[in-house]
């Protein structure tokens, strides 16, 4: 896979994540991913792989990623001073129609991730939507503002409302569309939620080797049976296809 060094532009901290903007004006879908790593590699081989982020957010000209430290990668990423490398975007994103009302976004933790440039893409729409977010607390919950009038839980209750994303978002089946990212659970009780009627879109956070549709490290189950890879079929998906 082709990796290009890209200039880090701007760093900032928001709560507990890190936003990280860089050069890139290629175009960008909603939902879509990139591979990255620290510029240098493969000298170091440490990390062995890039690692999957979403789009945050693209204006024609930069991109940015929002992040959480969680290991080895995300560290060094959140360290890098100049330029790291980056993948052109991957996968396949949301699929926005605009056919039928309002619309709700529900992001769980670092799941709020693809839906700034999802926001972006529904306004340039003129679809009319709603944002959920659900957080630990009220720390990570800080990148909240970034979406004007997001409805907001915390588990510890610190901020917005007690309990998940869910417990924010009553009466999600009153939505033409929902498309949410988070945690598997989480994206579960959403498609439950939005009941059948809906359009209803969820991105996964499989842990992904290579990006690029060879490993098979991503499959997720699919309900015809078997699996398909979130890297090349995803990572966003119709609800109806997920096994779960
Ligand atoms: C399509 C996609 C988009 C993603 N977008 C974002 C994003 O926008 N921002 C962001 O912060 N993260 C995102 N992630 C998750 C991100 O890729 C991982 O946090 C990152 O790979 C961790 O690398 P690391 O080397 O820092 O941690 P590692 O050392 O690899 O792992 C540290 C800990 O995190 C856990 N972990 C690693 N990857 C995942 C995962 N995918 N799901 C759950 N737990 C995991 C490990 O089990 C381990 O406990 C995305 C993942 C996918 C598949
Ligand atoms: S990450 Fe290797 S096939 Fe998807």
Not at 78 to 103: C, H, M, S, W
């Amino acid at each position: 896979m082709k990796f290009y060094p890209v200039k880090v532009e701007a760093r900032e901290e928001i709560g507990g994540y890190t936003l990280l903007h860089y050069r890139w004006d290629g175009p960008v879908e909603p939902g879509q991913f990139v591979m990255a790593r620290v510029a240098g590699y493969p000298v170091t081989f440490d990390p062995f792989l890039a690692r999957p982020f979403s789009f945050y957010d693209h204006d024609g000209e930069t991109a940015s990623l929002l992040f959480e430290v969680r290991g080895r990668g995300t560290a060094l990423l959140d360290d890098a001073q100049d330029k790291i490398e980056v993948t052109a975007p991957l996968g396949r994103g949301f699929r926005v129609n605009g056919a039928g009302g309002p619309v709700a976004l529900l992001g769980g933790g670092i799941g709020v991730a693809p839906l700034k440039v999802l926001s972006r893409r529904l306004e340039s729409m003129s679809i009319p939507y709603d944002v959920f977010l659900g957080f630990a607390d009220a720390r990570y919950s800080d990148v909240a503002r970034e979406f004007p009038g997001a409805r907001v839980a915390t588990v510890d209750g610190s901020t917005g409302v007690r309990g998940t994303v869910l417990d924010a978002a009553p009466n999600l089946d009153r939505y033409a569309a929902v498309y949410a990212c988070g945690p598997n659970p989480m994206l579960a009780a959403v498609k439950r939620a939005a009941g059948e009627n809906a359009t209803c879109q969820l991105s996964v956070e499989e842990r992904m080797g290579c990006g690029n549709g060879s490993c098979n490290g991503c499959v997720v189950p699919v309900r015809d049976g078997g699996y398909v890879r979130s890297c090349i079929e995803g990572p966003v998906f119709d609800a109806e296809v997920l096994a779960w």
